[in-house]
């Protein structure tokens, strides 16, 4: 059989569009078909799609490098390449945005604020908003980008865990990873509404260690997929044991460990149809380019401007500007995936999508051709 397409890069896209509504509507106080910002009947679970699907290819990305024999060095330049220019070119055009739109004074460019505010985005931890812009938009630059360092310090952790999976056994390294896992969540939780107002847990929160559990369920379905059922049927299920989970009345300790439990029947539903989903959904994602990433970087920056400008007032109907959020997004994202990502992702040293891929690191070294097949790239 021949390779399939998968429609990874389709869901990914999808996750980053229903993060940009969801923040479109609230920060507009506009009204997107049925949704408004006051009831809670929207996929929330974007930012959980990207981490499970994260935890799967890039642990798949660091075990192809550990059984090739490369070094350490060849993965974190694969993993520099994809957000790196992303974010670097980011932070240029939003700058020159900000002067010749009037935000900023060109005297800003030298303040130590602004040596700040670049020092953080250019260290891939893009969290602090500087009070040069409390007036820009609703007074947060990017509040999106805590992801950023999470994401950066799962790269850091993920050669561990494939050591260990070499070394004792992929089950054995998924005991001791989920284990570690939970406790992240159990603790952050316990944290409840402490965690989004003292400084040591808003620190704590941009780390891997809450949000390890999501990604290491994507780590685990690398080896458990070629051994469960493929069901359409299941996974319909799944996403609606998944919605009900999420739409519990919780307080938020609580709904952050309820979140982490609703991520397992999630990441059921998503592998099933990034694997079986029609074939136009993954040649739609090939023929635009994978707009993902970039989509969920700049869709903050369109609503802010929006506000700015007291979209808020105009007499415009609310799905029309939520349009036009998810418009100028997809185009900004567009141009930085094809002048931008696309070429750096080109220097790559190589891909855990090659034929024969390994996908996963399973201690036997022999990789099931089901896990093969439509090996996602990364």
Avoid at 30 to 35: D, K, P, Q, V
Avoid at 206 to 219: E, K, M, N, R
Avoid at 349 to 372: E, I, M, N, Q, W
Wanted: aromatic share 14%.
């Amino acid at each position: 059989m021949g390779k399939r397409q998968n429609a990874f890069d389709f869901i990914r896209l999808l996750a980053a569009l229903s993060v940009a509504v969801e923040h479109s509507v609230h920060h507009l106080d506009a009204r997107f078909l049925w949704h408004t910002q006051h009831d809670s009947l929207w996929f929330n679970g974007g930012v959980s799609t990207f981490f499970i699907l994260s935890g799967m290819m890039i642990y798949k990305s660091a075990a192809r490098c550990s059984s090739d024999g490369r070094p350490w060095s060849d993965f974190y330049q694969n993993r520099a390449l994809r957000i790196v220019p992303a974010i670097y070119v980011y932070f240029v055009i939003l700058v020159l945005l900000l002067l010749l739109t009037g935000v900023i004074a060109p005297g800003v460019i030298l303040s130590l604020q602004m040596a700040l505010f670049a020092g953080s985005n250019l260290a891939l931890a893009p969290v602090w908003s500087p009070p040069f812009l409390d007036d820009f938009g609703i007074g947060v630059v990017n509040g999106s980008l805590w992801t950023i360092p999470v994401e950066v310090s799962f790269y850091v952790i993920v050669p561990l865990i494939v050591i260990l999976a070499r070394k004792f056994g992929s089950r054995i390294m998924l005991v001791m990873t989920l284990a570690f896992a939970g406790a992240g969540v159990v603790v952050y939780g316990a944290a409840g509404a402490t965690a989004s107002t003292a400084l040591p847990w808003k620190l704590y929160g941009v780390t891997f260690v809450p949000y390890l559990w999501w990604f290491a369920i994507g780590i685990a379905w690398v080896f458990l997929w070629p051994k469960v059922r493929k069901s359409g049927w299941l996974a319909l299920a799944c996403i609606v044991v998944y919605f009900l989970l999420e739409k519990l009345p919780l307080s938020t300790g609580l709904s952050f460990t309820v979140d982490a439990v609703a991520a397992i029947p999630l990441s059921y539903s998503v592998i099933w149809f990034g694997y079986f989903a029609p074939s136009v959904f993954g040649a739609v994602a090939s023929r635009l380019g994978d707009l993902s990433f970039s989509a969920y970087i700049w869709h903050m920056i369109v609503v802010n401007y929006l506000v700015t400008w007291g979209a808020r007032e105009w007499d415009v109907d609310g799905n029309v500007l939520v349009l036009l959020v998810l418009a100028v997004t997809i185009v900004l994202a567009w141009l930085s995936w094809h002048f931008v990502e696309r070429p750096a992702l080109r220097r790559k040293r190589y891909t855990s999508a090659a034929a024969g891929a390994d996908a996963g690191g399973s201690t036997s070294g022999d990789v099931p051709k089901a896990a093969r097949r439509g090996s996602p790239d990364v």
